[in-house]
Antibody
Framework: EVQLVESGGGLVQPGGSLRLSCAAS????????MDWVRQAPGKGLVWVSR????????SYADSVKGRFTISRDNANNTLYLQMNSLRAEDTAVYYC??????????????WGQGTLVTVSS | DIQMTQSPSSLSASVGDKVTITCRAS??????LNWYQQKPGKAPKLLIY???SLQSGVPSRFSGSGSGTDFTLTISSLQPEDFATYYC?????????FGQGTKVEIK
């Protein structure tokens, strides 16, 4: 069974940093591209970042470029999101998600339960 | 960036109704369009990928159509468990943008 379990969320002051982790199991982690998607309270889904299967290629939304860094540890089946210079508008539930890179269109086929990041003084 | 626009933003329907949600892309995305269902407090769930392919385990009352810039998600006979928010997403290029969502409520 595919499982994605996020951790590392919490309350942080504006300008602070946080690192999210996502532990993957039930599939060959090193074969799949992975994403982070966030959802502010009461709002819609927003794609944040993606990383290819070996970690050599990354992409970011303009709103987080230069502040967030996505990475992965394929030996330990873990995805990360390092978040620096956090702002109030980064407050959201952050989802780790798997892209089904075995299909042409790479849909996001599995999602974690999400971890809440609150940026407030 | 490709903008995804869903309509309507919300709708009220009864059990057994046929429901149609549309999604329009700001430029052609061929068939790189996916649909998700999200219930309150839960993670999204993939329903349809590549515009019209049903994800494994998803009931056949869900269907998708379209190509290019205009897409449709149809629920042929609305069930109680289908009351949720639905999102489209383009996976043609990054950023992999989502529509703003369509909330399906009980009439």
């Amino acid at each position: 069974e595919v499982q994605l379990v996020e951790s590392g969320g919490g309350l942080v002051q504006p300008g602070g940093s946080l690192r999210l982790s996502c532990a993957a199991s039930g599939f060959t982690f090193s074969s799949y591209w992975m994403d982070w998607v966030r959802q502010a309270p009461g709002k819609g889904l927003v794609w944040v970042s993606r990383i290819n299967s070996d970690g050599s290629s990354t992409s970011y939304a303009d709103s987080v470029k230069g502040r967030f860094t996505i990475s992965r540890d394929n030996a330990n089946n873990t995805l990360y999101l390092q978040m620096n210079s956090l702002r109030a508008e980064d407050t959201a539930v952050y989802y780790c998600a798997r892209e089904n890179s075995m299909t042409t269109v790479n849909p996001t086929d599995y999602w974690g339960q999400g971890t809440l990041v609150t940026v407030s003084s | 960036d490709i903008q995804m626009t869903q309509s309507p933003s919300s709708l009220s329907a009864s059990v057994g109704d046929k429901v149609t949600i549309t999604c329009r892309a700001s430029q052609s995305i061929t068939f790189y369009l996916n649909w998700y269902q999200q219930k309150p407090g839960k993670a999204p769930k993939l329903l349809i990928y590549a515009a019209s392919s049903l994800q494994s385990g998803v009931p056949s009352r869900f269907s998708g159509s379209g190509s290019g810039t205009d897409f449709t998600l149809t629920i042929s006979s609305l069930q109680p468990e289908d009351f949720a928010t639905y999102y489209c997403q383009q996976s043609y290029i990054t950023p992999r943008t989502f529509g703003q969502g369509t909330k399906v409520e009980i009439k």
